[in-house]
C-alpha cells in the first residue's frame, strides 16, 4: 500500500502505511529506500539520509546510494568535502565497468568535421533540464556538430518531440542493458559523450563507467561530480564552482564555461508581467515555488525570521505534495518550530494543472525567496521572467551558488546574499522600497533577455569551440 501511495504523490499517506509495515515487521532494503524518498521528498533530508543509510546497511544497491547522494546535496550538517567523498565512495563500489571490457577507440584526426556528440539523458521531456537543453540541440551548426540524443527514459509530449526533431539521431534506449548502450554509441561514432543526468533517477552512468566514447564530461542535470574517474570533464563557471577547493572536491576536471555555465529557453506561453502586488494590497507577499524538499531548517528559520521583522508580510509557497490538509499543516508546524510567531501569514498551495497558470501566479509575489544550500534554477529562471525579483544566498557548493551563477549574468549582484543576515537586511529593505522593487520589476524581462542567459548563439558557438579543443587534446594524447 506504501508503494502505491508514494505512486500517487499522497506522501503522508505512503508514510503512514510504511511506518506500519515496520510495524508490522516488514524490513526489507527496498522499504527502507522508498521510506528514505518519501522522508526527502517531503524535506526531512536528515531522516531520510539515515532511511537509505540503513538500506545500504542491509544490501548495498546502487539505486539507493544515489537516492542518498542526491539528499546529501540537500544536507545543511554535511560539509562540501565529505559530500564530494560520499560520492567517491559511490563510484568506488559501483562504477567498475558492467560491461564486457571494450578499449576506447584512439582519438584521432584531430580536425574531424563535423564531431559526433551524444547527450544522454532521462529527462527529454517536459522537464526543468529542457528549458536548459533546448537551446543547445537547436541551437548546434551541424557544419560544426552532429548531435545523436540517447532517451534512457520513455515519454511522449511535446518537447520530448521538439528535441527528437532537433536532433540528427534519435536513440530509445530505455530499458537497454549497459553492453547494448555502449555498442550503440560506438557503432554510432560518438566522439563526445555527455551526461546530463548525475545521480538522478534514469541515469546511465553504468554507461559512462565503460568508456563508451573517447571524451566523456557531465553537464547540466546534476549539482556535484559523478565521483567516476572514466568522466573526464564537468562543466560549470567560475560563480558556481571558485577555482581552488571546488577542483578539489571534483573527481572529473572542471571546464569553467563565462560568462556562466546555462541558457535558458523562456516560456513562450508566459503571460505578461504583472504589476507588483503590493501595490494594491498594501503589505509585501514574498514567495517560492521551489519542491518542499529544498526547504531546509536554516530556510525555514530565515523566512520565519524575515516574515517576523515584518508583521504584516505574507508567503506564499507552492509545491507539489501540499495536497492535502495534513500536508499543509506539517509544514506550517515546521514553520512554527522555526520561529514563525503567525502561521497564518502562510499560503500554501499545490501544483497548477498548466504551466501558463503556474506562471501567472509569479503576478501575486512582490519578491521570490531562493532556498538553500539547494538553490532553484528553473524557478528561479521562470522567476525573472516574469518580472519578481529574487533574494539568494550564495552557499558553500555548486548547489547552493547557482542563484549566484544566474544572477551574476544579469547584473544583479545585489540580491545575492553572502549569508543569513545580510539575505534578511536586502529582503527587508527591497520591501520597504516598493518604488524602487516596481522599476526593478518592469526591466526584468527585458533585463534578462538582453543577457548571456538568452545569449543561445553565442552560449553554443562557445560550446563548440570547447568540445573541438577537448577532442584535439584527446588526440594529441593518443597520438
Given amino acids: 500500500m506504501g508503494f502505491a501511495l508514494v505512486a500517487e504523490d499522497r506522501l503522508d499517506d505512503a508514510l503512514w502505511a510504511l511506518r506500519q509495515s515496520f510495524d508490522h515487521g516488514a524490513d526489507g532494503p527496498r522499504l527502507w529506500r522508498v521510506f528514505g524518498n518519501v522522508l ?15 538500506a545500504l546497511r542491509r544490501q548495498p544497491d546502487r539505486l539507493t546510494h544515489s537516492r542518498l547522494l542526491l539528499a546529501v546535496n540537500s544536507s545543511c550538517t554535511l560539509t562540501p568535502a ?32 563535423p564531431l559526433v556528440v551524444g547527450y544522454v539523458s532521462p529527462d527529454f ?22 548531435v545523436v540524443c540517447y532517451a534512457s527514459t520513455s515519454a511522449n509530449d511535446g518537447v520530448r518531440r521538439r528535441i527528437a526533431a532537433a536532433a540528427d539521431l534519435w536513440r530509445e534506449v530505455a530499458g537497454w542493458s549497459t553492453q547494448r548502450v555502449v555498442e550503440q554509441i560506438r557503432a554510432d561514432g560518438v566522439d ?16 559512462f563507467a565503460c568508456r563508451a566514447a573517447p571524451v566523456q564530461l557531465t553537464y547540466l542535470g546534476y549539482p556535484n561530480t559523478t565521483g567516476l574517474d572514466s568522466i573526464d570533464y564537468r562543466l560549470v563557471d567560475a560563480v558556481t564552482d571558485p577555482p581552488g577547493p571546488a577542483d578539489e572536491l571534483a573527481s572529473e576536471t572542471l571546464i569553467r564555461l563565462e560568462p556562466g555555465f546555462l541558457v535558458f529557453d523562456p516560456p513562450a506561453d508566459a503571460p505578461p508581467v504583472a504589476q507588483s502586488p503590493m501595490l494594491s494590497n498594501g503589505y509585501v507577499t514574498f514567495g517560492s515555488f521551489n519542491k518542499v524538499a529544498k526547504l531546509s ?38 514553520f512554527a518550530k522555526a520561529g514563525l510567531s503567525d502561521v497564518s501569514r502562510l499560503e500554501l498551495r499545490d501544483l497548477e494543472p498548466s504551466r501558463r497558470a503556474h506562471l501567472a501566479m509569479y503576478g501575486e509575489i512582490d519578491i521570490a525567496l531562493d532556498p538553500f544550500p539547494y538553490n532553484g534554477t528553473t524557478t528561479t529562471c521562470q522567476a525573472l521572467w516574469m518580472g519578481v525579483p529574487m533574494i539568494t544566498l550564495a552557499g558553500r557548493s555548486h548547489a547552493g551558488r547557482v542563484g549566484a551563477s544566474l ?73
Fill in 125 to 146: 521531456r517536459s522537464h526543468p533540464v529542457a528549458y536548459f537543453f533546448l537551446p543547445l540541440v537547436e541551437g548546434h551548426h551541424r557544419e560544426n556538430v552532429q
Fill in 192 to 207: 563526445l559523450l555527455v551526461d546530463l543526468a548525475g545521480h538522478t533517477t534514469g541515469n546511465r552512468l553504468d554507461v
Fill in 40 to 54: 526527502r521528498l517531503k524535506g526531512e533530508i536528515d531522516a531520510a539520509i539515515s532511511a537509505y543509510r540503513e
Fill in 407 to 479: 544572477f551574476s549574468q544579469m547584473q544583479l549582484q545585489a540580491l545575492v546574499a553572502p549569508d543569513r543576515e545580510s539575505y534578511l537586511r536586502i529582503a527587508v529593505g527591497l520591501a520597504a522600497s516598493p518604488e524602487k522593487l516596481a522599476d526593478l520589476r518592469r526591466g526584468l524581462r527585458d533585463r534578462m533577455a538582453a543577457s548571456p542567459l538568452l545569449d543561445h548563439v553565442g552560449f553554443v558557438a562557445r560550446l563548440e569551440a570547447l568540445y573541438r579543443r577537448l577532442w584535439q587534446r584527446a588526440c594529441q594524447a593518443g597520438a
Fill in 297 to 334: 531548517p536554516e530556510t525555514l528559520e530565515t523566512w520565519s525570521a524575515l516574515l517576523n521583522k515584518l508583521p504584516t508580510a505574507r508567503l506564499l509557497l507552492k509545491s507539489g505534495g501540499l495536497t492535502t490538509d495534513e500536508s499543509r499543516n506539517q509544514l506550517c508546524e515546521a
Fill in 82 to 113: 565529505e559530500v564530494a567523498q560520499e560520492h567517491r565512495h559511490w563510484a568506488s563500489l559501483y562504477a567498475a565497468p558492467a560491461c564486457v571490457p571494450v578499449s576506447a577507440p584512439r582519438a584521432v584526426h584531430g580536425h574531424k568535421t
